[in-house]
């Protein structure tokens, strides 16, 4: 008994198979673009619940996370007064009244 294992390549036809897949493609395109977009709508609103309601931090980490960031914080008074005090010399220019100036556009 000899078998040939040769022969059954060659009778394949790449062009058939081409033609074949492309069809199926044009006509199952949608329906795997809609999975598709399913399935990431999906994953991502399970990312944005996990992050929002499962968060992995237990009370020390939370604790130790809000020290650093109140630390960093450092409230510049004088700085801040300066600034304010140039904010309420501009408010006394705005406010005081203004001198007459001669129109350009007039005939005197």
Known sequence: ?????????????LKD???SLWLKW????KIFFGLFFCAVLI???????RSLYQSAWDEQK?????ATKNNS??????IFESSLEIS????????KPS???????KKY
């Open 43 to 49: 994953f991502g609103a399970y990312v944005w619940y």
């Open 17 to 19: 198979i081409w033609s």
């Open 62 to 66: 939370r604790s130790e996370y809000e």
């Open 1 to 13: 008994m000899k078998i040939n294992l040769g022969t059954g390549i060659k009778n394949i036809n």
């Open 88 to 95: 309420r010399k501009r408010k006394e220019e705005f406010e």
């Open 26 to 29: 044009r006509k199952n395109y």
């Open 73 to 78: 914080v450092v409230f510049k008074e004088n």
């Open 99 to 105: 001198n007459s100036i001669r129109d350009i556009f």
